[in-house]
């Protein structure tokens, strides 16, 4: 006695979304390859400019308190 396999009536379509979700999937791997390589882009300017604002910062920092000094010293040259 043979037996006869019982074939799925519902492969064909269950393949055809399989295929589908992989190549979709597919895409999107390579979507998010090169939006994290920009992103990673932007971080390297972004630090860049966090730099810069810290040189900034300090200036500000430094020439108000030479400005005070000089305006201290100014005050005292005025009493003496």
């Known amino acids: 006695m043979a037996t ?3 074939e799925n009536p519902h492969e064909e379509q269950q393949k055809t979304l399989l295929n589908r979700i992989v190549s979709n999937v597919k895409k999107l791997n390579d979507v998010l390859e ?3 390589s920009r992103i990673q882009e932007i971080n390297e300017y972004n630090r860049d400019i966090v730099v810069l604002s810290q040189f900034w910062t300090n200036y500000n920092r430094n020439a108000t308190f030479n400005l005070m000094i000089l305006s201290n010293n100014e005050k005292v040259d005025y009493i003496e």
């Open 34 to 36: 090169d939006m994290n």
């Open 4 to 6: 006869k396999s019982v």
